[in-house]
């Protein structure tokens, strides 16, 4: 089992930036990618962006692409989301998960281990 424990979140204005960090322990092999999620309220959890274990390939939900960056340190097995340019719709609630199984799409498979996710909240 991996542990995850997410970080970072809070309360921003509209165009502001917060920077999210995702750090997993325990087994962490095998994992093929770090995913981020996020859920608001009254809404079904939503793709973010997903980062391969190695850093060497990224993927965006179309909402957030130009203005998110995700990125991995390996040396402390953590995953960073960059959000700049926030605005009110992308207030929630953030999760990082883990691929163990090279799910080829993040957005169509399920995945088991989740973090307690951490709150973003941009007010305009």
């Known amino acids: 089992q991996v542990q995850l424990v997410e970080s970072g979140g809070g309360l921003v204005q509209a165009g502001g930036s917060l920077r999210l960090s995702c750090v997993a322990s325990?087994?962490?092999?095998?994992?093929?990618?770090m995913i981020w999620f996020r859920q608001a309220p009254g809404k079904e959890r939503e793709f973010v962006s997903t980062?391969?274990?190695?850093?060497?390939?990224?993927f965006y939900a179309d909402s957030v692409k130009g203005r998110f960056t995700i990125s991995k340190d390996n040396s402390k097995n953590t995953v960073y989301l960059q959000m700049n340019n926030l605005k009110p719709a992308d207030t929630a609630v953030y999760y990082c998960?883990?691929?163990?199984?090279?799910?080829?799409?993040?957005?169509?498979?399920?995945?088991?281990?989740w973090g307690q996710g951490t709150q973003v909240t941009v007010f305009s």
């Open positions: 325990g087994r962490t092999f095998p994992i093929y990618a």
């Open positions: 980062i391969s274990w190695n850093g060497g390939f990224a």
């Open positions: 998960t883990v691929d163990r199984q090279a799910c080829i799409d993040p957005r169509s498979c399920d995945f088991d281990d």
